[in-house]
């Protein structure tokens, strides 16, 4: 009982206050969970600064997850296809496509983010649960002159 008594004085009780403080906001600040692993490859296709983007989504959990796969708006690239924004339910690993063209040196900046599994993912399935969770993956594109 005695060493409690050092928790009411004033100065350690603020002490202790600020020593909470710095643990939550280096907790927040530093992302210890590792849910989803991303991989981007593009290749080059046949026409001159035209690519194809293959963004492979990992699930590294043992619960499958509702993940939404998007591409950030870039000027100086051109979507062949569509500028589709994927949503999928992810209990190992999926692949996204893309078809670009770009007309300067650039970068393509993809994210995935977790949301809502109902629609989603079958229903019986072990799903995460919905957090705030986004990841992005950026890569650089070079073009011929």
């Known amino acids: 009982m005695p060493s409690l008594q050092v928790l009411y004085q004033p100065g350690a009780v603020m002490c202790l206050l600020i020593v909470c403080l710095i643990l939550e906001t ?15 490859k593009i290749s080059p296709m046949r026409n001159a600064n035209q690519f194809e983007v293959r963004l492979t989504i990992t699930n590294n959990e043992n619960k499958c997850m509702a993940v939404r796969a998007s591409t950030k708006d ?15 339910c992810i209990c190992a690993t999926n692949n996204f496509f893309w078809e670009i063209q770009v ?32 990841k992005t993956i950026t890569h650089e594109i070079l073009v011929t002159p």
């Open 26 to 40: 280096a907790h927040a600040q530093h992302d210890w969970r590792n849910l989803l692993s991303l991989n981007m």
């Open 74 to 88: 870039n000027s100086y690239i051109t979507y062949l296809s569509t500028h589709a924004t994927y949503t999928a």
């Open 103 to 134: 007309s300067a040196k650039t970068f393509l900046q993809v994210k995935a983010e977790v949301v809502p599994a109902k629609g989603i993912c079958p229903d019986g399935e072990k799903t995460y649960p919905v957090t705030t969770y986004m």
